[in-house]
């Protein structure tokens, strides 16, 4: 019978937050990815920075986050306490779900970090740079096939708009997706495919061996450490990163908002949180105010562009 | 200095207490999480990750992989006696498990199942070790269409495996095959057949569904008989322990089960319910007893237990040697690596021998602690048995209800549930199988997605799917393993088939 006991324990543990806490923080996916690792990341650091006395972190998986972000703006109205990860991923999903909730229904606070996409080939591919790779691209576009994430992912998106920018239409892009960057990068690396997309992270080691080769990223400048030109200077004006973001719930007054904007930003300067980036090798893209909202309306709406350009939303 | 030196040295690292402690914490974490349905040791591992800042990489990882390991073999000690699987790689062993706990053989088929984890684990843990780089290799050789040809070989075998009528085999697969359509199309990004139902936009989750048609669609039968019931269960019959028949069948199908595993495992695009599959229709087909599957036989408890195992050993070659993750519990081992700086790949074995070998020491050291763990509790296990049976039953739906709400706190997954049972409850007064439907499930969407990867690949040509030699060899064993009988059946209208089943003796 202890299993019972055991079960009941273990379920309501993961169901209900505790109410003695100072922040809520909702990760809109199960436990292990990039939104779960950021929430409980800024767990650690609002705890042992003291900006918060104890902070839970709950997971509502599904969907891109249009799961975790219905629930969080009907269930959280007004509650100051209460914030949310999320990121550029649930932009597009948002759209290819046609989710009747959107981020004008909760309160973005920040932009707190992000990644740049990269452009791989096997080492023993011919395609030597981006150049090569435009050139195949405009011979036959069906025939360069792009392994990456999943289906309306930053991945997807970043391989149409290089398309886009290279003058090829963005609907005959050949983008394979492939559950997780686990399964694309061994397709990559077994030849399946003839380019791969997808966050620096995911190939970094197999980069290190030489295994695989960067054409360029997806960054505004070039980034120390990794040897390869910006798809900017490669002729091809796509600039894109994989952001991930915090905010509060609908409803807050001026100054609740005020309030933890204040917080996020002590969290964001802190040395436990800056720590945490070095050793998870996530690039500090911190950016919060008007400028953020500014840069968001900018994203959702060059999103749905090329969303509606690949087809994927009508 | 050579791997086995380097194993050596692991195991020395392995063996200083602290870090035996660690993989005591994390295999009996295991174990109990693996018991719980619902809450997988990807979950577990995930809600640690925070805890494990404090402690050196060394030990969490040790932890992490006891966890791993224990929670593979806790998941069968819920299927084999209250046919509640607990995780997806343990739904077949629920199939041959439950029926031999039911006729008092539950001791026999805990013991198998843990020996066969034992020496599955040992031997795919051995493997790992020494020819890791090799298996790499083959892996990656596998792309969509060699995925797409191994998907349908294991179409093929495991449908002729469950039950006795083919038609009502096929019917229940059919019905996998369409649940599995439900929700986004992974390589468009569309909604199908989800209704405008957020929650369905993820499809439909296996281990929801296996509880639904094990645990709530039993639970409901024997409910609906009331005391017209048949006996009562008998919890002991014979000895706890395997006889020297039990043992004489069941090392085979580990070793067997092993072989089929670890490969598997080992791939990308694997996971081990394919294995577990795989090793129950081979086993099947392989059995002196025919007879007694579907009644309770030990193989196929052994086999299948065995491959869940070795294939949990098998996702750790691409996790160490490239950097892949090819479970929810290796992509979280990464998180966990990643925590401590390290990136897991082909440099990883080059720059921190001493970890990569002080793991794979302490995997062996883990699985020899899960056996001295477990074998006592084989006793005390079956006990539970006797429990009277509206008790049981009542505390086999309290259980699943909490399971599945523990793993995803949501009011529509619960009616999920509860509806799947009926429909189980159903398929069971009419006598059609309920493995099937798991199998399509699982089954479906791979082949599904492989084949149309493939066929994007190549721009619709679909003669690719034949010109990959390793597709056409598999493909060629489906057709053969398709075909064959329906040929014998013809020729000596079943005379051959039953002739050679009885020369096999």
């Given at each position: 019978m202890k299993h019972f006991f055991l079960a009941s324990l273990l379920a309501g543990a993961i169901a209900l937050p505790a109410a003695a806490a100072d922040y809520s923080i909702m990760a809109p996916a199960a436990p292990g990815g990039g939104w779960d690792q950021t929430a409980r990341t800024m767990q650690t650091a609002l705890q042992t920075e003291k900006i918060s006395g104890k902070v839970q972190v709950m997971n509502v998986p599904g969907a891109g986050g249009t799961i975790g972000?219905?629930?969080?703006?009907?269930?959280?109205?007004?509650?100051?306490?209460?914030?949310?990860?999320?990121?550029?991923?649930?932009?597009?999903?948002?759209?290819?779900?046609?989710?009747?909730?959107?981020?004008?229904?909760?309160?973005?606070?920040?932009?707190?970090?992000?990644?740049?996409?990269?452009?791989?080939?096997?080492?023993?591919?011919?395609?030597?740079?981006?150049?090569?790779?435009?050139?195949?691209?405009?011979?036959?576009?069906?025939?360069?096939?792009?392994?990456?994430?999943?289906?309306?992912?930053?991945?997807?998106?970043?391989?149409?708009?290089?398309?886009?920018?290279?003058g090829v239409d963005p609907t005959k892009v050949n983008y394979i997706a492939f559950s997780g960057g686990g399964e694309a990068l061994a397709a990559i690396l077994g030849g399946q495919v003839t380019a791969g997309i997808s966050s620096y992270g995911e190939f970094e080691s197999q980069v290190k061996a030489g295994a695989l080769r960067v054409l360029?990223?997806?960054?505004?400048?070039?980034?120390?450490?990794?040897?390869?030109?910006?798809?900017?200077?490669?002729?091809?004006?796509?600039?894109?990163?994989?952001?991930?973001?915090?905010?509060?719930?609908?409803?807050?007054?001026?100054?609740?908002?005020?309030?933890?904007?204040?917080?996020?930003?002590?969290?964001?300067?802190?040395?436990?949180?800056?720590?945490?980036?070095?050793?998870?090798?996530?690039?500090?893209?911190?950016?919060?105010?008007?400028?953020?909202?500014?840069?968001?309306?900018?994203?959702?709406?060059?999103?749905?562009?090329?969303?509606?350009?690949?087809?994927?939303?009508? | 200095m050579s791997t086995f030196e380097f194993l050596l040295q692991g195991l020395v690292s392995a063996m200083e207490p602290m870090n035996l402690f660690y993989a005591l914490i994390g295999?009996?974490?295991?174990?109990?999480?693996?018991?719980?349905?619902?809450?997988?040791?990807?979950?577990?591992?995930?809600l640690l990750l925070p805890v494990t800042y404090q402690l050196d990489a060394t030990g969490s990882l040790i932890m992490f992989a006891g966890i791993y390991y224990g929670g593979m073999y806790g998941g069968s000690t819920t299927s084999i006696l209250l046919n509640t699987p607990g995780e997806s790689a343990s739904i077949v062993t629920a199939l041959e498990g439950n029926k031999m706990a039911r006729a008092g053989r539950g001791g026999p088929a805990l013991a198998t199942a843990a020996i066969g984890s034992f020496v599955a684990g040992l031997i795919a843990t051995l493997a790992l070790a020494f020819i890791a780089p090799y298996i790499v290799k083959l892996a990656l050789v596998f792309g969509p269409r060699e995925y797409f040809a191994l998907m349908v070989l294991a179409f093929v075998t495991v449908s002729s495996a469950f039950g006795n009528s083919t038609l009502r085999g096929l019917t229940s697969l059919f019905i996998g095959l369409a649940l599995s359509l439900v929700g986004i199309d992974q390589?468009?990004?569309?909604?199908?057949?989800?209704?405008?139902?957020?929650?369905?936009?993820?499809?439909?989750?296996?281990?929801?569904?296996?509880?639904?048609?094990?645990?709530?669609?039993?639970?409901?039968?024997?409910?609906?008989?009331?005391?017209?019931?048949?006996?009562?269960?008998?919890?002991?019959?014979?000895?706890?322990?395997m006889t020297a028949q039990d043992w004489g069948r069941s090392w085979k199908a580990w070793l067997r089960g092993t072989v089929i595993g670890f490969p598997?495992?080992?791939?990308?695009?694997?996971?081990?319910?394919?294995?577990?599959?795989?090793?129950?229709?081979?086993?099947?087909?392989?059995?002196?007893?025919?007879?007694?599957?579907?009644?309770?036989?030990?193989?196929?408890?052994?086999?299948p237990e065995a491959a869940n195992n070795a294939s949990a050993a098998g996702t750790l070659v691409p996790l160490l040697t490239l950097g892949l993750p090819t479970s929810a519990t290796a992509a979280i081992m990464l998180a966990g690596f990643q925590q401590y700086g390290l990136q897991?790949?082909?440099?990883?074995?080059?720059?921190?021998?001493?970890?990569?070998?002080?793991?794979?020491?302490?995997?062996?050291?883990?699985?020899?602690?899960?056996?001295?763990?477990?074998?006592?509790?084989?006793?005390?296990?079956?006990?539970?048995?006797?429990?009277?049976?509206?008790?049981?039953?009542?505390?086999?739906?309290?259980?699943?209800?909490?399971?599945?709400?523990?793993?995803?706190?949501?009011?529509?997954?619960?009616?999920?549930?509860?509806?799947?049972?009926?429909?189980?409850?159903?398929?069971?007064?009419?006598?059609?199988?309920?493995?099937?439907?798991?199998?399509?499930?699982?089954?479906?969407?791979?082949?599904?997605?492989?084949?149309?990867?493939?066929?994007?690949?190549?721009?619709?040509?679909?003669?690719?799917?034949?010109?990959?030699?390793?597709?056409?060899?598999?493909?060629?064993?489906?057709?053969?393993?398709?075909?064959?009988?329906?040929?014998?059946?013809?020729?000596?209208?079943?005379?051959?088939?039953?002739?050679?089943?009885a020369s096999e003796d």
């Open positions: 972000i219905a629930q969080f703006a009907s269930q959280q109205k007004g509650n100051a306490n209460a914030l949310m990860v999320g990121g550029y991923v649930m932009v597009g999903a948002i759209l290819t779900n046609k989710s009747p909730v959107t981020l004008k229904d909760v309160t973005p606070i920040a932009r707190l970090t992000g990644e740049y996409e990269v452009i791989v080939v096997p080492a023993a591919s011919e395609i030597k740079t981006v150049a090569d790779l435009v050139a195949k691209l405009k011979a036959n576009p069906g025939a360069v096939s792009w392994g990456g994430g999943s289906a309306g992912g930053t991945d997807h998106i970043t391989a149409g708009l290089i398309a886009k920018a290279a360029a990223i997806s960054s505004e400048k070039k980034l120390e450490g990794i040897n390869a030109p910006t798809l900017k200077e490669s002729g091809l004006d796509v600039v894109i990163q994989n952001w991930r973001m915090v905010a509060a719930a609908p409803g807050l007054t001026p100054e609740q908002k005020k309030a933890v904007t204040a917080d996020v930003e002590k969290l964001v300067k802190s040395k436990t949180w800056q720590d945490s980036l070095k050793t998870k090798g996530w690039i500090d893209t911190y950016l919060s105010g008007p400028e953020f909202d500014a840069q968001l309306a900018k994203d959702i709406a060059a999103t749905e562009t090329i969303l509606k350009d690949i087809g994927l939303v009508k | 295999v009996t974490l295991g174990t109990m999480v693996g018991v719980l349905p619902g809450i997988g040791p990807a979950t577990t591992v995930a390589l468009t990004g569309q909604n199908r057949l989800s209704f405008g139902v957020p929650d369905l936009l993820d499809g439909i989750e296996v281990t929801t569904m296996a509880v639904a048609m094990f645990a709530i669609g039993e639970t409901l039968y024997i409910a609906a008989q009331g005391e017209a019931a048949p006996d009562k269960i008998e919890a002991i019959r014979g000895s706890v322990w598997i495992g080992a791939m990308p695009a694997g996971g081990a319910e394919i294995g577990t599959f795989l090793s129950y229709a081979t086993e099947k087909r392989l059995s002196k007893h025919p007879e007694e599957f579907g009644n309770g036989a030990i193989e196929g408890v052994a086999g897991p790949g082909p440099l990883l074995f080059a720059t921190n021998p001493q970890l990569v070998w002080g793991l794979i020491a302490s995997l062996l050291i883990a699985n020899l602690m899960l056996l001295v763990l477990n074998l006592p509790l084989v006793g005390l296990w079956v006990k539970l048995l006797t429990i009277p049976k509206p008790w049981l039953y009542a505390g086999i739906l309290v259980f699943a209800t909490l399971g599945t709400i523990g793993a995803n706190p949501s009011v529509f997954e619960l009616g999920m549930l509860l509806v799947f049972g009926l429909v189980a409850y159903i398929m069971r007064v009419f006598d059609y199988p309920i493995a099937p439907v798991i199998v399509g499930l699982i089954l479906g969407p791979l082949a599904e997605q492989q084949l149309r990867r493939a066929l994007a690949i190549s721009q619709g040509d679909v003669t690719v799917l034949f010109t990959s030699p390793i597709a056409a060899v598999l493909l060629s064993v489906a057709a053969i393993a398709l075909v064959l009988p329906l040929i014998l059946r013809a020729r000596g209208r079943g005379d051959a088939l039953s002739q050679m089943a």
